[in-house]
């Protein structure tokens, strides 16, 4: 069984930088399709980005391409969200995510792992 847990997140300003991680464990292996997700105040929970690691893709939304850049380190299996230029539209409580089927997916639903989450403010 995957357990995913999530760290890094916290109080910011708008303009600053903050890095998610994600442990990984119960796995041999991580798993191939990992992403993260976000779910703002009194809203649905959106993609912010899933990867694939073989062969390498990545699909990020709109709002975080070119800010959020999305790595793994299967040395320390470790899944990390790097978030820079943030906004307070960012603030959301982050999930990091993995999926079995080896499609990338920006349905929540498609994922089967799950962590608790790690909140992210932004203020103006």
């Known amino acids: 069984q995957v357990q995913l847990v999530e760290s890094g997140g916290g109080l910011v300003q708008s303009g600053g930088s903050l890095r998610l991680s994600c442990a990984v464990s119960?796995?041999?292996?991580?798993?191939?399709?990992m992403a993260w997700f976000r779910q703002p105040p009194g809203k649905e929970r959106e993609l912010v980005v899933a990867?694939?690691?073989?062969?390498?893709?990545?699909d990020y939304a709109d709002s975080v391409k070119g800010r959020f850049t999305i790595s793994r380190d299967d040395t320390t299996n470790t899944l990390s969200l790097q978030m820079s230029n943030l906004k307070p539209e960012d603030t959301a409580v982050y999930y990091c995510?993995?999926?079995?089927?080896?499609?990338?997916?920006?349905?929540?639903?498609?994922?089967?792992?799950w962590g608790q989450g790690t909140q992210v403010t932004v203020s103006s």
């Open positions: 995510a993995a999926r079995r089927f080896p499609v990338l997916s920006r349905t929540s639903s498609s994922y089967q792992y």
């Open positions: 119960g796995g041999a292996l991580l798993p191939n399709i």
């Open positions: 990867m694939r690691w073989s062969p390498s893709a990545t």
